[in-house]
Structures are given as structure tokens and as C-alpha cells.
């Protein structure tokens, strides 16, 4: 399965756009890309999926270059309650919806 | 609609003892997952249910722990002898499918937070 690489943290006011950048340089044709986010505690939680281009949800977008080999999802106008880990996924079609979960990003939203 | 649910929340026990987790999926999911979440480091699955049959247990220690899907609804993981380095979250997340037709959604539930002391 394709091996992600994200930053390990990053900082932010709120208020501001944050952009999360995970590469994926391996990922197969019919693999999916998936961000999860976790609050501390708690089970992590869907926030979007996208194959390519660009998917946009309530939450959050996720814009896919042409090539698949990386993805950044963005993050409007944080606040001090989207502190949390965000995970970036790949695989899922044609493996049973399988994912495996790297070490995530921890995102510090400050006041 | 109702979440995953799994018990218990918390469990203390000793090295050498054993402990079993429930789950109990979202209605109608017929994939469960199992994960294990050391602190600082992502859910790392250990055995994924379609139905009550096994799609992959490959990150599983065979020879202490183990898990089983009766009638395809609830789950139980199980640790016989644990060890210090089991201590971690063990999440469980179920799934409205797994098979070839897609890609879906995981939704997890609490966690069980295991301390071996």
C-alpha cells in the first residue's frame, strides 16, 4: 500500500487558511485519498475523500494535482476547536477499504 | 443513527493477564476494523472483518491476541498473555462495506484505553 509522508506539526492563528500537504509519490490508479482528523481521546473522524482534481465538503477541500502524487487539504479559517491530528490515507478501492494511518499531522490553532 | 460502540472504556491489568474488548458496529456495516494506537502514533490495524470473515490479519501477534466476528454483528479482541507494550488505545471502526465495489467511510468508536502495568 502507498506510504504517506506529511509534516509532523504545524502552528496557525485563528482565523487563517491552513494548508496540510501529504505525498504520496507511490500511490496506485485506483487508490482513494482520505484525511481523517483526531481530537485527543477520541476515535478519529472522517473529513474528506477525493480521487483527483479537487473535492470540496462543509468541512473542508482537498485539491489533487494531475499527477496523484500528492494532496493538500485546506482548512478555512481555523479556530482554537480544529486543533487535532489530521491523517492522510491512501488505498481503499479494490483492497477491501483498506488504509494504513502514518504518524498524522498535529495541527496547534492558537488565539 | 447510533455510533460504534466498544467497552470497556478503560481496563488496568497486569502483565500476563489477559483482557477482552467489545465492539459493536453501526447497524448494517458489514466491515469491522480493528486498530491499536500507541500515544504519539497512528492507529495501526491489526485484523478487518467482511462480515464474520477475516480480509486481513496480517499486523495481528498471532500468538497472544485474537479476535472474532459471531454472526457478523459484534466483535471481541482478545489479549492472552499482555505484555507492557500492549498498552494502548484499541479502536474499533466498522465500515458500510469493504469489499471490491468501492471505498467507504470508517467510522470509529471511543476506543478502549488498556494500561499494562
Known amino acids: 500500500l502507498a506510504k504517506t509522508t506529511q509534516p509532523i506539526s504545524m502552528d496557525s492563528y485563528e482565523g487563517q487558511e491552513v494548508n496540510i500537504t501529504c505525498s504520496h509519490n507511490?500511490?496506485?490508479?485506483?487508490?482513494?485519498i482520505t484525511w481523517y482528523q483526531q481530537f485527543p481521546s477520541q476515535g478519529p473522524r472522517f473529513i474528506i475523500q477525493?480521487?483527483?482534481t479537487k473535492v470540496t465538503n462543509e468541512v473542508a477541500s482537498l485539491f489533487i494535482p494531475a499527477d496523484r502524487k500528492s494532496s493538500t487539504l485546506s482548512l478555512p479559517r481555523v479556530s482554537l476547536s480544529d486543533t487535532a491530528v489530521y491523517y492522510c490515507?491512501?488505498?481503499?478501492?479494490?483492497?477491501?477499504?483498506?488504509?494504513?494511518f502514518g504518524s498524522g499531522t498535529k495541527l496547534n490553532v492558537k488565539p | 443513527e447510533a455510533g460504534v460502540a466498544q467497552s470497556p472504556r478503560y481496563k488496568i491489568i497486569e502483565k500476563r493477564q489477559s483482557v477482552a474488548f467489545w465492539c459493536n458496529p453501526i447497524?448494517?456495516?458489514?466491515?469491522l476494523y480493528w486498530y491499536q494506537q500507541i500515544l504519539g502514533q497512528g492507529p495501526k490495524l491489526l485484523i478487518q472483518?467482511?462480515?464474520?470473515?477475516?480480509?486481513?490479519d496480517s499486523q495481528l501477534p498471532k500468538d497472544r491476541f485474537s479476535a472474532e466476528r459471531l454472526k457478523g454483528v459484534d466483535s471481541t479482541l482478545k489479549i492472552q498473555p499482555a505484555k507492557l507494550e500492549d498498552s494502548a488505545v484499541y479502536l474499533c471502526?466498522?465500515?458500510?462495506?469493504?469489499?471490491?465495489?468501492?471505498?467507504?467511510?470508517?467510522?470509529f468508536g471511543p476506543g478502549t484505553r488498556l494500561t499494562v502495568t
Open positions: 490515507l491512501v488505498g481503499g478501492l479494490y483492497n477491501f477499504n483498506k488504509f494504513y
Open positions: 471502526a466498522s465500515s458500510s462495506t469493504g469489499g471490491l465495489a468501492g471505498v467507504y467511510e470508517q467510522y
Open positions: 507511490n500511490i496506485a490508479t485506483n487508490d482513494y
Open positions: 477525493g480521487y483527483k
Open positions: 472483518f467482511q462480515n464474520n470473515g477475516v480480509v486481513d
Open positions: 447497524s448494517g456495516h458489514a466491515t
